[in-house]
């Protein structure tokens, strides 16, 4: 367990302490975090994802125990969960696609038993990158955003009309999964052409090794090798960044032209790319958001960075407490 040491001040809305969980295809974070966004302790497992659902259950155990260790554990009033999807908020269950123990898994009946009955509050993971920004990051001031986390997939969430809008199931902003390209490869949900099968990590590697980028000495397939061989003019690497580019563009301005946003805030492993990405990014969108209304419509990295999921969570959770956290299986 780790205490972190008090941050500076920020402005944001007056929450308690509340648990926060991250929950990942490689890892599972937990934290206590304070009302002004400070993680005052933290706890991390690795995910064992190819394990059974039990297994699984017990990383997360271990680290709410090792939170509840903290002497900050009996001031935490609610938990939130920001998890790999498909996630069901209203069922309270989870099914990660890189997470095959867990199909329909009660994860918020688990964990409000582990936590001693303290009310749940479950988000995906994109909407959770999308309360964390919004709270403390790139859409903080905006009404109406898309948060989009660019990693092995595609993941998304909205603020409209200044509020969270996770949908009735903690979907909602699913931009992955916009199709894009009616006769393009078929993706993993079982639909073609989607955003996240050709903007994700994996595919943007993919592609540049099909048409003959090769990795240096050191055999590294990732996307931030292709994206270093960009920054030095391969123009595979080039062309693949570009192609994600177009994709995630044209799916950022079908969002804008349906709800009417003002922001695309871009994070996650492959936004760490830079101008590799965003270059190409605002060059795409300006020839797809050509309408009056979603012309001016920005693109900035995200600012939370790596605990973006933990303050998501703790953010739902604090919004939920006295509405819509889950507080235990109906009498």
């Known amino acids: ?184 490869e078929s993706c993993a949900c079982g639909a073609r052409g989607c955003v996240e099968r050709i903007a994700s990590g994996p595919h943007i590697a993919r592609r540049a090794l099909d048409n003959g980028w090769r990795p240096g000495p050191d055999g590294d397939l990732s996307a931030a090798a292709v994206a270093a061989a960009a920054r030095a003019g391969d123009p595979v690497a080039v062309a693949s960044f570009a192609r994600a580019a177009q994709a995630l563009a044209a799916g950022i301005a079908a969002t804008a032209a349906l709800v009417e946003i003002d922001i695309a805030v871009v994070g996650g492993g492959v936004a760490g790319a830079g101008e590799v990405l965003f270059a190409p990014l605002r060059r795409s969108l300006a020839t797809y958001a050509t309408l009056s209304f979603v012309r001016n419509l920005t693109v900035v990295p995200a600012l939370t960075g790596a605990d973006a999921g933990l303050l998501g969570a703790a953010a739902a959770a604090s919004r939920a407490v006295g509405g819509g956290a889950w507080t235990g299986p109906a009498a």
């Open 1 to 184: 367990m780790q205490t972190d040491p008090a941050t500076g001040p920020h402005d944001g809305p007056a929450y308690g302490l509340v648990v926060a969980l991250d929950i990942g295809g490689t890892k599972i974070a937990g934290a206590l975090v304070d009302g002004e966004g400070r993680i005052r302790v933290r706890s991390q497992r690795p995910t064992p994802a190819r394990e059974d659902g039990e297994t699984v259950m017990r990383a997360v155990e271990d680290v709410l125990a090792e939170l509840a260790a903290s002497p900050l554990w009996e001031a935490a009033g609610a938990v939130g969960i920001g998890s790999a999807g498909p996630v069901d908020a209203h069922r309270g269950v989870v099914s990660p696609v890189n997470v095959p123990g867990w199909r329909d898994y009660p994860l918020v009946e688990r964990v409000h038993k582990a936590t001693g009955g303290r009310p749940v509050t479950l988000v995906g993971d994109g909407v959770a990158m999308t309360a964390a920004e919004h709270w403390l990051g790139a859409a903080r001031g905006h009404d109406n955003a898309l948060c989009l986390v660019v990693s092995t997939g595609v993941g998304g969430g909205l603020v409209l009309g200044g509020q969270i809008h996770p949908g009735p199931t903690g979907n909602a902003g699913h931009i992955g999964h916009i199709v894009v390209d009616m006769d393009g």
